[in-house]
């Protein structure tokens, strides 16, 4: 009898562990999402894509090189590669 108990309450201190961890999991994949549509703002990531497109060519002028771009989620990168090329087309030609 007693076993039983013991064994029943460690169930529900794992249970209860469990559905607190699940929570805290659905409470940072809220805060994740709501900072990634803060960081990857259309006219947060057409700025961003201006300023590196012109410091890429002031670079460039001076030396040769690549330029590494890290984002914060794939929908990013794809939202800023795009302005990007489009920072490019309207950048003035040398």
């Given at each position: 009898?007693?076993?039983?108990?013991q064994a029943?309450?460690r169930?529900?201190?794992?249970?209860?562990?469990?559905?607190r961890a699940?929570?805290e999991?659905e409470?940072?994949?809220?805060?994740w999402?709501?900072?990634?549509?803060?960081?990857?703002a259309?006219?947060r990531?057409a700025?961003?894509?201006?300023?590196?497109?012109?410091?890429?060519?002031?670079?460039?002028?001076?030396?040769d090189?690549?330029?590494?771009?890290v984002?914060m989620?794939?929908?990013?990168?794809?939202a800023?590669?795009n302005?990007i090329?489009?920072a490019?087309r309207?950048?003035?030609?040398?």
């Amino acid at each position: 009898m007693k076993a039983a108990r013991q064994a029943s309450r460690r169930n529900r201190v794992h249970t209860n562990r469990r559905r607190r961890a699940q929570s805290e999991q659905e409470r940072l994949k809220r805060k994740w999402a709501s900072v990634e549509a803060l960081v990857g703002a259309d006219k947060r990531l057409a700025m961003i894509a201006e300023d590196l497109v012109r410091h890429f060519e002031a670079r460039k002028a001076a030396l040769d090189g690549k330029a590494m771009i890290v984002c914060m989620s794939r929908r990013i990168c794809v939202a800023l590669y795009n302005a990007i090329i489009l920072a490019c087309r309207d950048f003035p030609a040398e």
